[in-house]
């Protein structure tokens, strides 16, 4: 047996003998998904369950939460291909993970590429840990799409900038403690060359957020106000003024993480499951309606190839260390592909479908509904579908403006 087929056996054991079973994901089909439902850690973080804290403890003890990154930084010093294994065997027994978050998936590598050593030693480990927990502070209410006309201004005095200004859209920030930051640091300079990439402690008198209440009830975003709030010169990431680098870096590492984050069912026949159920089979057992065969045959065919293609791309140009901007075409595809996904299961739910509380329909079912909807702002974060398009237009084709 090689030493990689003996990991994968130890991996394998190891996830089911420490994995609880409410840590498993259900039957939910569509998967509307960037975390929701998931640990996020942070010190504000009250586990939904037991199990979830179990399952956290288990996984950093392990260091799995960061499996490839340095030991030296809290990870767990394994290789691309180690970390793969684990992945896999954690698709297969239907394991959720066990911490995600923008530490994990964001700030933690544009530090490990871009942090000085004192700045990795400060964060890394505690995010490894589930200990921080991260929020973004890019929008602002005049700059979306056109995200180089950020207006948050910052002032050197001393040892500290002092930051005032706006974001909106701050996913989560009621709940983060730490949020990494685009502000204006030089307003001489042309617009994209007087920008800096800060971090900023969240738990002081000059930040203070809003919720943004949602038609839904729910309110996942908010808006954050700097007033006065304090930055110490030593959390600038990358050199001032080199804030628009550190942002498109990042940016490449949300979009992987978007594409990639409709990637965690192993079942590719969960729509033909449904299908069956919902709509019924003819006597052999094949989805009755012949136009909906086509629709899922041809749906599951290109999540396939998405699936195969993102694997591929990362295998042969090691695109999970550093993504470029070819991260923007698996953005776009992935995000217009869950939310045709997720309206055909929505579809075939009929009446099931559309149900948001109250008697009469299951959880996996409320789940269906609610991923069709969340899907729609997947195309939207991280940049937008027709932003997607214009980026690979003119950074991956070499188009002209
Ligand atoms: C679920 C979700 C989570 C988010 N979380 C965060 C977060 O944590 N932190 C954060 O900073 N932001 C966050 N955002 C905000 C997000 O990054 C912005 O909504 C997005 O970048 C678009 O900006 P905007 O809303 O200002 O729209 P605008 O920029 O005003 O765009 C409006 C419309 O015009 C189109 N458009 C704009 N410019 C062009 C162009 N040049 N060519 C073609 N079409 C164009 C857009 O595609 C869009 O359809 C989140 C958004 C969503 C939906």
């Known amino acids: 047996m090689s030493d990689l087929q003996a990991f994968r056996e130890e991996v394998r054991a190891w996830l089911d003998a420490n994995c609880p079973a409410s840590m498993r994901w259900g039957t939910e089909i569509g998967n509307g998904g960037l975390g929701d439902g998931l640990c996020w850690g942070g010190k504000k973080y009250k586990p939904a369950d037991p199990d979830e804290k179990v399952w956290l403890e288990r996984m950093v003890a392990r260091a799995w939460t960061a499996p490839t990154w340095p030991k030296i930084y809290g990870g767990g010093g394994l290789s691309k291909e180690q970390a793969k294994i684990i992945a896999d065997e954690m698709r297969r027994l239907r394991c959720k993970p066990a911490l995600v978050g923008f530490g994990l998936a964001m700030i933690g590598p544009l530090l490990l590429e871009h942090g000085n050593e004192e700045q990795k030693l400060r964060f890394l480990p505690e995010i490894v840990r589930g200990e921080v927990r991260w929020c973004q502070g890019y929008s602002e209410p005049g700059a979306g799409s056109d995200l180089a006309g950020v207006q948050a201004r910052a002032v050197r005095e001393g040892d500290f900038y002092v930051v005032n200004g706006q974001k909106v859209w701050t996913s989560y920030a009621d709940k983060a403690d730490w949020m990494f930051m685009l502000v204006r640091s030089d307003v001489e300079k042309p617009k994209h060359e007087g920008i800096s990439f800060m971090l900023i402690d969240m738990e002081q008198p000059g930040v203070s957020v809003r919720p943004i209440r949602l038609i839904s009830g729910q309110s996942p975003f908010c ?31 949300e979009r992987s993480m978007i594409s990639e984050a409709f990637n965690e069912s192993e079942d590719k026949n969960e729509l033909v499951s449904a299908a069956r159920r919902y709509v019924g089979a003819d006597s052999g057992g094949r989805v009755g309606d012949a136009a909906l065969r086509d629709r899922i045959a041809q749906l599951t065919m290109d999540k396939i190839c998405l699936e195969l293609t993102l694997k591929r791309t990362k295998e042969a140009a090691k695109l999970g260390n550093q993504p470029g901007p070819e991260a923007s075409i698996f953005k776009y595809y992935a995000t217009e592909l869950n939310k045709d996904r997720t309206a055909l299961v929505v579809g075939i739910l009929g009446p099931q479908g559309l149900g948001w509380e109250g008697e009469g329909f299951g959880d996996d079912e409320f789940g269906n509904t609610r991923a069709w909807l969340r899907a729609r702002g997947n195309s939207i974060e991280g940049g937008t579908s027709e932003v997607q398009l214009n980026i690979i237009a003119k950074r991956v084709l070499g188009l002209p403006d």
Not at 226 to 247: F, K, P, Q, Y
């Open 223 to 253: 808006e954050t106000f700097l007033e006065d709030a304090r930055v110490s010169a030593e959390h600038v990431i990358g050199g001032v003024n080199n804030g628009w680098t550190m942002a498109k870096a990042l940016l490449g590492h």
